[in-house]
């Protein structure tokens, strides 16, 4: 199984909202990461996260703030978000961090 | 700085027409570089991961080669549904970033 899975597919959300998206992958990989993409731009790496430790974060505005419970499990938090923000948000995991990373279907993000 | 220039741009076959994409890199001790295909709307889908010139790797139609500067994705005999974008990313021996090139717009006509 070579899945990663992400909810919610998409999310409409106000600038005052407080929103998650989780992702989450069954194949035991260790490293998992948050990618944020722009149409017709290439994704560009926010977070990642190494045996559930923080060990990257982009200079990402505090209003993404990760969490990862487990080795599984990765969750991005919103507050207070802006229309820039919106974005096709990509979760994607690997055994390693020099290893092959698997892509989920991503969360279409809309912030009116 | 680590760079991932992909060319080109944009790309229209006609189906059975042969070609190939290009992606060149500089990066401080090339860890892996990566190949994925990306459908409008989706996650990209992974392909390839190269690590060492030399090495290549085939799946189906599609063929990926490595040297210490570049990389070409080989697509043999396309069709329709090969059409996508197809990114290429590399990453270096400095920390766990991937860096990603701007992909290849591939329109295969019927």
């Known amino acids: 199984d070579t899945e990663v899975t992400q909810t919610p597919k998409h999310l409409v959300m106000g600038m005052t909202n407080k929103k998650s998206l989780k992702c989450e992958q069954h194949?035991?990989?260790?490293?998992m990461y948050w990618y944020k993409q722009k149409a017709k731009k290439p994704p560009e790496l926010m977070f990642v996260?190494?045996?559930?430790?923080?060990?990257i974060n982009e200079s990402v505005p505090s209003r993404f703030s990760p969490e990862c419970p487990n080795s599984s499990l990765l969750n991005l938090h919103l507050h207070a978000l802006q229309p820039e923000d919106s974005a096709l948000y990509l979760c994607?995991?690997?055994?390693?961090?020099?290893?092959?990373?698997?892509f989920g279907p991503g969360t279409r993000l809309t912030v009116l | 700085e680590d760079q991932v220039t992909q060319s080109p741009e944009a790309l229209r076959l006609q189906e059975g027409e042969s070609s190939s994409l290009n992606c060149s890199y500089t990066?401080?001790?090339?860890?892996?570089l990566f190949w994925y295909r990306q459908d409008p709307g989706k996650g990209p889908e992974f392909l390839f991961t190269?690590?060492?010139a030399g090495e290549e790797k085939e799946k189906e139609r599609l063929k990926a080669t490595l040297t210490k500067k570049e990389s070409f994705l080989h697509i043999t005999a396309p069709k329709p549904e090969d059409s996508a974008t197809y990114l290429c990313?590399?990453?270096?021996?400095?920390?766990?970033?991937?860096?990603f090139g701007k992909g290849t717009r591939l329109h295969i006509l019927p």
């Open positions: 194949m035991g990989h260790r490293a």
């Open positions: 990313a590399v990453q270096g021996n400095r920390d766990d970033k991937i860096i």
């Open positions: 990066v401080s001790g090339l860890r892996g």
């Open positions: 994607a995991s690997s055994q390693d961090r020099g290893t092959s990373k698997f």
């Open positions: 190269l690590y060492s």
């Open positions: 996260y190494s045996y559930e430790k923080l060990s």
